[in-house]
């Protein structure tokens, strides 16, 4: 399938460790967050998301964790499998409005 | 994906050739959105549209055209004016300020 992000950033793990994808947020006003995994040839698909009354997220196997004192977002993967390769990326949101800051990206590749 | 539908997922244009791209939603969404994926990039922003009749440009609108007759569609033109159009096309949609979700993609490429 077409290759999304052949220069990005990329994180390999052994499958059934753990992975923490980072990721640093431009706006100190963005008080809505969203992971998104894309894997190649597909479009983005929602994972998991955070408000900013919060600094910890748990999902099945993933939690977010959101540190507003430096801008930073993190998402925690449990006992990656060959399932999670893909693309991960963030999404920055000011809550009442129509303004999304996409992050880059950063590939994700599971080791057997 | 979500209730975005994304048609064709693999779209060839000539040279001086305007193509279109559909995009579909039914869940009942205001807001629609068209972003340009390319290697080693983010999304980047083409047009949006937060209500039927209505639309807005994004950072990267020059060369593009959008309509918003309906709540459920949101057609993306490539005009000829777009030198550079290969690229991974991503629709989405959301509610003001929450979730954005998207369609499954269409490739654009260049006879």
């Known amino acids: 399938g077409e290759s999304v992000g052949l220069h990005l950033p990329t994180l390999s793990v052994q499958e059934g460790d753990n992975s923490i994808i980072n990721c640093a947020y431009s706006n100190s006003a963005s008080d809505y967050f969203i992971w998104y995994k894309q894997e190649s040839g597909k479009g983005p698909q929602f994972i998991i998301d955070i408000r900013s009354n919060m600094d910890k997220r748990q999902g099945q196997r993933v939690t977010v964790l959101l540190n507003k004192t430096v801008k930073h977002l993190s998402l925690q993967i449990a006992a990656t499998q060959p399932g999670d390769s893909a693309v991960y990326f963030c999404a920055e949101i000011l809550s009442g409005t129509y303004k999304y800051i996409f992050g880059t990206g950063t590939r994700l590749k599971v080791l057997a | ?111």
């Open chain 2, 1 to 111: 994906d979500g209730g975005i539908t994304q048609s064709p997922k693999y779209l060839f244009r000539k040279e001086g050739q305007n193509v279109t791209l559909s995009c579909e939603q039914n869940l009942n969404h205001d807001a629609m959105y068209w972003y340009r994926q390319d290697p080693g990039q983010g999304l980047r922003l083409i047009y949006y549209s937060q209500i039927v009749n209505d639309f807005q440009k994004g950072d990267i609108a020059e060369g593009y055209s959008v309509s918003r007759e309906k709540k459920e569609s949101f057609p993306l033109t490539v005009t000829s004016a777009q030198k550079n159009p290969t690229a991974f096309y991503l629709c989405a949609a959301s509610s003001r300020g929450e979730t954005q979700y998207f369609g499954p993609g269409t490739r654009l490429l260049v006879l």
